[in-house]
């Protein structure tokens, strides 16, 4: 199994490869009948494809799904949202206790 199938799925019938180094105007299209991927590069970059074309393009070029990334960033995001409940529930107890208290 190649890294493009891999990442982006089998090859649509009829896929015909566009050359896109010689057009730098070129716009993907979206595909509704595509499942899309996010891939990153090797700085930790993501781009969500939402054409089979896309992604076949940019995983050609070296981006990659790198699972150890998205979890990184499920988590980090995770944490934040953990940390914002927690900070603004503080925020709301201390003001209740205090008006219990001062009433």
Known sequence: MSKITEICGNY???FKKN????NPDYMFVKDDSYIGVS???AEGNSAFMNSFEECEHYVSGGWE???SISNEIFYENTIFGFLLVVSIGSF???KYFKTSIDD
Do not use: A, H, M, R
């Open 12 to 14: 649509p019938d009829g």
């Open 19 to 22: 050359d896109l180094e010689n």
């Open 39 to 41: 891939v990153y590069d």
């Open 65 to 67: 799904f790198n699972s």
């Open 92 to 94: 709301i107890l201390k």
